[in-house]
């Protein structure tokens, strides 16, 4: 290999090391701010389901008039659904209604006993639901959500900046190699003699070449 396939090589390596050591913790950040996207949903359905336990009707803990606007707003709202599925009580609406999750995530929270999951009821409007199964004489669904607005903007400001520091090292790394490869260039020189060579053939005098 010659002197800048090795030097690619070398770079190419840096290179890799620069990416996993940006991407890694980025996505792990990420992932850390999706999570406690769901920390106050999971209180607030515990706390729902223990009302429920204790025999105070579905309807009086939260009001059928939703107030929150699940378009605009980032408080969280909590829905209540019966065992088919339709909507008890909802402090959120969406365009005047109560939006009704997809029935993947009833189907799921009847296996496990609660989910977490991102509910997008319409383009634009993401929510971080939490959902939890309240077994009794009638099996109940409580759902917490809350938008994910604010933090897929700061997860966005979070892939920017990891970008532009990647972006950085990676010329960085660059700028070495180019160093590394200048230096090679104006090294030590090697100076070589040249040498006379004198050839005695026997019975002849002596000539220099």
């Known amino acids: ?26 996505v792990a950040i990420q992932q850390n701010y999706r999570q406690n996207a769901n920390d106050p949903q999971i209180e607030i ?32 709202f909590i829905a209540i659904y019966d065992q088919d599925a339709k909507v008890v009580g909802s402090s959120g609406k969406l365009n005047e209604e109560n939006p009704i999750p997809p029935t993947g995530a009833f189907d799921t929270v009847k296996q496990k006993g609660s989910v977490h999951f991102t509910w997008e009821p319409q383009p634009g409007v993401r929510i971080a639901a939490v959902m939890q199964e309240v077994k009794g004489e009638k099996t109940t669904y409580v759902l917490a959500g809350k938008s ?25 790394t660059l700028f070495l190699i180019w160093f590394i490869h200048m230096l090679t260039l104006s090294g030590p020189t090697v100076v070589t003699e040249n040498t006379e ?7 002849k005098p002596e000539t220099s070449a």
Do not use: Y
């Open 1 to 26: 290999m010659n002197r800048k396939g090795q030097l690619f090589g070398i770079w190419l390596i840096l290179a890799i090391m620069v990416t996993g050591a940006v991407g890694f913790p980025t």
């Open 45 to 76: 359905t515990q706390e729902v389901a223990a009302a429920i336990r204790k025999g105070i009707p579905r309807d009086q803990i939260v009001s059928p008039t939703g107030s929150v606007d699940m378009s605009a707003s980032l408080s969280p």
């Open 148 to 172: 994910l607005r604010e933090v897929e903007r700061r997860e966005q400001q979070l892939t920017q900046m990891a970008m532009l520091t990647w972006a950085a090292l990676i010329l960085l």
């Open 197 to 203: 060579v004198i050839i005695v053939e026997e019975g």
